[in-house]
C-alpha cells in the first residue's frame, strides 16, 4: 500500500498569511494526488486534483504543486474561512490512501 | 445540483450487520463509480471501497480491513448504492460518507461530491 505523510500535524497562522502543506508519498505516484477540505463535521470538499489542478468553484488562493513524491498545498492568502484539516490522496493505486490530515489553526 | 444522502446508520452489537444506503440525485448516476470513504471519531479519512458503473462492469474492489465483510452493491433504477456491512468490529465505528467520483469511466478515485455522513457506531 502507499502510504501518504503529512507533517505537520498542525500549524498555526494569521489570516492573510501564506500558508504551504506539505505531503509525501511512499513510492512515486506521478501527478495522481489530491487535495480536501474538512470543517468540523462536516464532509470533506475536494480542492485540487492532479497535484495542479483547481476544481471548480474552489478560489484561486489554493493552489497545488508537485509530482512524483512530493506535494505541496499552498493557500496565498489565508481567509478566516479557511481555517480547517487539510487531507491529502492519492488516485494512483488501490488501496486509495489518505495523509492523516493537517489543521490549519488560527494563530 | 448534486445530491448524495445516507441512511442506515445507527447502533450495532459486534458481530452483527449493517446495511447503508447512498441515494443521489441531480446527475446521471449510472455512469460514475462510487466509493464509501468512512472516518473514525477524531481520525482521518480511510477508503472502504468503491464500485465501478455498469458500462464498466459494476465490478468492486475494497480495503483490506473490510474484504470478505462488506458489500458494495447499486440499483440503477433506484439510484442507490449500498454497503452491506457484516460480522461488524468495533473498529468499524465511524462515521460513512458515500463519495461520487468526478468523472464516468471505470474510475478516477477523484471525489468530487460527498454526502453528509451517516454514523456507524459498533459497540455492545
Known amino acids: 500500500d502507499i502510504q501518504m505523510t503529512q507533517s505537520p500535524s498542525s500549524l498555526s497562522a494569521s489570516v492573510g498569511d501564506r500558508v504551504t502543506i506539505p505531503c509525501r508519498a511512499s513510492?512515486?505516484?506521478?501527478?495522481?494526488l489530491n487535495w480536501y477540505q474538512q470543517k468540523p463535521g462536516k464532509a470533506p470538499k475536494l480542492l485540487i486534483f492532479a497535484a495542479s489542478s483547481l476544481q471548480s468553484g474552489v478560489p484561486s488562493r489554493f493552489s497545488g504543486s508537485g509530482s512524483g513524491t512530493d506535494f505541496t498545498l499552498t493557500i496565498s492568502s489565508l481567509q478566516p474561512e479557511d481555517f480547517a484539516t487539510y487531507y491529502c490522496?492519492?488516485?494512483?493505486?488501490?488501496?486509495?490512501?489518505f495523509g492523516q490530515g493537517t489543521k490549519v489553526e488560527i494563530k | 445540483e448534486v445530491q448524495l444522502v445516507e441512511s442506515g446508520g445507527g447502533l450495532v452489537q459486534p458481530g452483527r450487520s449493517l446495511r447503508l444506503s447512498c441515494t443521489a440525485s441531480?446527475?446521471?448516476?449510472?455512469?460514475?463509480?462510487m466509493s464509501w470513504v468512512r472516518q473514525a471519531p477524531g481520525k482521518g479519512l480511510e477508503w472502504v471501497g468503491f464500485i465501478r458503473s455498469k458500462a464498466y462492469g459494476g465490478t468492486t474492489e475494497y480495503a483490506a480491513s473490510v474484504k470478505g465483510r462488506f458489500t458494495i452493491s447499486r440499483d440503477e433504477s433506484k439510484r442507490i448504492a449500498y454497503l452491506q456491512m457484516n460480522s461488524l468490529k468495533t473498529e468499524d465505528t465511524a462515521v460513512y460518507y458515500c463519495?461520487?467520483?468526478?468523472?464516468?469511466?471505470?474510475?478516477?478515485?477523484?471525489?468530487?461530491?460527498w454526502g453528509q455522513g451517516t454514523l456507524v457506531t459498533v459497540s455492545s
Open positions: 513510492q512515486t505516484i506521478s501527478s495522481y
Open positions: 441531480e446527475f446521471t448516476f449510472g455512469d460514475y463509480a
Open positions: 463519495t461520487r467520483d468526478v468523472g464516468s469511466g471505470s474510475y478516477w478515485a477523484i471525489f468530487d461530491y
Open positions: 490522496q492519492q488516485s494512483y493505486s488501490t488501496p486509495w490512501t
